[in-house]
């Protein structure tokens, strides 16, 4: 089973940030925070993880709260290629079974 | 450097016969993973193999199964197939276990009939 909640559906206007959250409360120390995103069936494309400290790389900015129970995927300009389904997921560092959950179906709109 | 690597993209088979779907990691990854996608159930881990050896599995029955070669290439295969297979099969390769980053092919998108 998922150890992830995310709300089922987001909006963002084309050119704004889009901020997704994420509840992970039951995370153990060794779990990762990774952050998926699929578009229209094709494979989860990574976009980022972390373990406790703040991240960021080219396509998105992770924020994850000091008690490690949620997080949030900050993309900085969402544009209409950014419209997918959003999979947060937590894993631990000694096996690679990754359990998705539903995600979040972001649409970015003009 | 090249992609993972899925083959078929597309199939299509009957009820009872069996299939066997290959994957390619990306070169130098040793860890495949692969999970099934459906409407119904969203993205559902499968099975993990490393250095030729089965991981971990997640929660399907005995006719899903694996096998990974000495390349790291890896195979699945299902026998006795059943309507509720249809699903888009997704192979996954990381260099290592565990702290390594995934990286997902395009599937192979399975169709029984």
């Known amino acids: 089973d998922a150890k992830t909640t995310q709300p089922t559906s987001m909006d963002c206007a084309e050119g704004r940030a889009a901020n997704l959250p994420c509840n992970h409360s039951t995370i153990s120390g060794n779990e990762y925070v990774y952050w998926y995103r699929q578009i229209h069936s094709q494979g989860p494309q990574y976009i980022i993880h972390g373990l406790k400290n703040n991240e960021t790389n080219e396509m998105a900015s992770l924020i994850i709260t000091e008690d490690r129970k949620s997080s949030t995927l900050i993309l900085p300009h969402a544009t209409l290629r950014d419209t997918a389904v959003y999979y947060c997921i937590v894993k631990a560092d000694n096996n690679n079974d990754m359990r998705f959950g539903a995600g979040t179906r972001l649409t970015v709109k003009p | ?113």
């Open chain 2, 1 to 113: 450097k090249a992609g993972v690597t899925q083959t078929p993209r597309y199939l299509i088979k009957t009820r009872g016969q069996q299939v066997t779907l290959s994957c390619s990691p990306i070169s130098g990854h040793r860890s495949v993973s692969w999970y099934q996608q459906t409407p119904g159930q969203g993205l559902q881990f499968l099975f993990e193999y490393f250095s030729e050896t089965q991981r971990n599995k997640g929660n399907f029955p005995g006719r899903f199964s694996g096998r990974q070669f000495s390349n790291s290439r890896s195979e699945m295969n299902v026998s006795t197939l059943e309507l509720g297979d249809s699903a888009l099969y997704l192979c996954a390769s990381s260099l290592y276990r565990g702290m390594e980053t995934q990286y997902f092919g395009p599937g192979t998108r399975l169709l029984v009939l």
